[in-house]
Antibody, heavy 120, light 107 residues
């Protein structure tokens, strides 16, 4: 069965960076795009970016340009999201989400979420 | 950037009733729209994609309609487990956005 297992909760200080991992299993890793979506406490969903696991190409939402990186390791079937220059507003649950089969348009399987807390 | 506006913000209904949730796009997204359900402490779950196709394992009481800028999610007869927050989501030119959500609560 498809599973996306994310790394554990993080606490960071303002200005630091955080790297969250998402390990995939149960499907052909390179056949599906992976997205990252975040959700601030009590708020809605915010799309951050997408990575193509085949070649590693990425596309990011405008508001994250310059401080977001996404990478993948095909040998371990893992994608990574790294956010730099953290501020308190980045406190959120971060989700990886697989693109629906044959298209990257929608998100059919989600990780369990990783809480990132940014606090001095 | 395409903005999705959901209405109402909160919908109070009883089990067995019909729920109608709306999502309006600031410009046409064709049929590139999905609906998700999210319960407290859980990740979202894909319900509907391409405006009207049910995702795998989604009960038949969930249906979607619309195209262009106006979309609707209908739950024909509410079950207790359907009370949750619902989000619409669009994709256009490799950019994606969500509506702000509709909370479906028990009346």
């Amino acid at each position: 069965q498809v599973q996306l297992v994310q790394s554990g909760a993080e606490v960071k200080k303002p200005g630091a960076s955080v790297k969250v991992s998402c390990k995939a299993s149960g499907y052909t890793f390179t056949n599906y795009f992976m997205h990252w979506v975040r959700q601030a406490p009590g708020q809605g969903l915010e799309w951050m970016g997408i990575i193509n696991p085949t070649g590693g190409s990425t596309s990011f939402a405008q508001e994250f340009q310059g401080r977001l990186s996404m990478t993948r390791d095909t040998s371990t079937r893992t994608v990574y999201m790294e956010l730099f220059s953290l501020r308190s507003e980045d406190t959120a649950v971060y989700y990886c989400a697989r693109g629906l089969g044959g298209t990257e348009y929608y998100f059919d399987f989600w990780g369990q979420g990783t809480l990132v807390t940014v606090s001095s | 950037e395409i903005v999705l506006t959901q209405s109402p913000a909160t919908l109070s209904l009883s089990p067995g009733e019909r729920a109608t949730l709306s999502c309006r796009a600031s410009q046409s997204v064709s049929s590139n729209l999905a609906w998700y359900q999210q319960k407290p402490g859980q990740a979202p779950r894909l319900l509907i994609y391409d405006a009207s196709y049910r995702a795998a394992g989604i009960p038949g009481r969930f249906s979607g309609s619309g195209s262009g800028t106006d979309f609707t999610l209908t739950i024909s007869s509410l079950e207790p487990e359907d009370f949750a927050v619902y989000y619409c989501q669009q994709r256009s030119n490799w950019l994606y956005s969500f509506g702000q959500g509709t909370k479906l609560e028990i009346k």
